[in-house]
T-cell receptor, first 117, second 116 residues
Framework: AQSVAQPEDQVNVAEGNPLTVKCTYS??????LFWYVQYPNRGLQFLLK??????LVKGSYGFEAEFNKSQTSFHLKKPSALVSDSALYFC???????????????FGTGTRLTVIP | DSGVTQTPKHLITATGQRVTLRCSPR?????VYWYQQSLDQGLQFLIQ???????AKGNILERFSAQQFPDLHSELNLSSLELGDSALYFC???????????????FGPGTRLTVL
């Protein structure tokens, strides 16, 4: 079965500092991995995805994520945090076609990022 | 704005009642997904439809059902409601559902259901 773990419920970082939000995954084969962000009273917004190829994926709003197969991780990063980045971040995994016949996402429990001015 | 619309935004009802949540996917998207977000369970996949047919089921209770209509909008029906059904229900859509496609899902703003 597929699953993702976000080991930190809360991450605090000072504005201008680099930020990292951690995610590890578990799938039986090669994964498709996603990051979404949720602002208060809003739906989830897609940030980026990893399918294959380059381990460093660039996404929206200056975010990037690094896929590490040996550590089964897909950490979200940003070189310089903004106060407006404060939100709830979700990592998600999707199994490859053929194993379940479906492409629904399995989400982590979320990490609340607070950027301190 | 993702292009996915959900109605109503808020719904307050009593235990034992039945409600219907509605979702209109982005123009051209054939797949619709329903997710439930609650404090204790996190974000959980309920069910997926593709072009009118059920494609996958997740942690959906037997009291819940869904369908996707010919115009591709979808409805999630929740019956015999319990206090524990109080949650935020999201609909998401994606363009395709074919082997090799890895389309991201676009989420609606959600319907907040409160069961009293």
């Amino acid at each position: 079965a597929q699953s993702v773990a976000q080991p930190e419920d809360q991450v605090n970082v000072a504005e201008g500092n680099p930020l990292t939000v951690k995610c590890t995954y578990s799938v039986s084969g090669n994964p498709y991995l996603f990051w979404y962000v949720q602002y208060p009273n809003r739906g989830l917004q897609f940030l980026l995805k990893y399918i294959t190829g380059d381990n460093l994926v660039k996404g929206s709003y200056g975010f990037e994520a690094e896929f590490n197969k040996s550590q089964t991780s897909f950490h979200l990063k940003k070189p310089s945090a903004l106060v407006s980045d404060s939100a709830l971040y979700f990592c998600a995994v999707r199994d490859r076609w053929g194993k379940t016949g479906a492409n629904n996402l399995f989400f982590g429990t979320g990490t609340r990022l607070t950027v301190i001015p | 704005d993702s292009g996915v619309t959900q109605t109503p935004k808020h719904l307050i009802t009593a235990t034992g009642q039945r409600v219907t949540l509605r979702c209109s996917p982005r123009s051209g998207d054939l797949s619709v997904y329903w997710y439930q977000q609650s404090l204790d369970q996190g974000l959980q996949f309920l069910i997926q439809y593709y072009n009118g047919e059920e494609r996958a089921k997740g942690n959906i209770l037997e009291r819940f059902s869904a369908q996707q209509f010919p115009d591709l909008h979808s409805e999630l029906n929740l019956s015999s409601l319990e206090l524990g059904d109080s949650a935020l229900y999201f609909c998401a859509s994606s363009p395709r559902d074919v082997q090799g496609a890895v389309d991201e899902q676009f989420f609606g703003p959600g319907t907040r259901l409160t069961v009293l």
